[in-house]
């Protein structure tokens, strides 16, 4: 997921040496403005990507419960979920410090 941030946000980086990775895929790293590239979409997609991990945990969980996963998977995935929401809280806590610091600019 923040590969995904990092290489939509510093276009052309890696592709240009033969580098592999998410730099380097088609599409990625475009040298033009392009909706794919805009930060917004970045943004969703990455809220969408967060509640499908957390959703995924859910289910995981559920399936530990009833015996049908291991306490391996269950704990893996809850682990990814709580990576996701400390995400979230980090960049929900950056923008309302943000806004707070432009309401604080006098005009």
Not at 68 to 89: D, F, I, K, L, W
Request: hydrophobic share 45%; charged share 15%; proline share 4%.
């Amino acid at each position: 997921m923040l590969d995904a941030i990092s290489s939509s946000m510093t276009p052309g980086v890696g592709a240009a040496r033969g580098a592999t990775g998410p730099a380097a895929t088609p599409g990625v790293g475009k040298t033009e403005a392009s909706p794919e590239a805009d930060f917004g979409h970045v943004l969703g997609q990455m809220a969408l990507d967060a509640i499908g991990t957390v959703k995924a945990s859910e289910t995981t969980a559920v399936a530990g419960v009833r015996g049908e996963a291991t306490v391996q998977q269950v704990v893996e995935s809850v682990m990814a979920a709580e990576q996701a929401v400390q995400a979230g809280v980090a960049i929900r806590d950056k923008v309302v410090s943000a806004y707070l610091e432009i309401s604080r600019m006098s005009i």
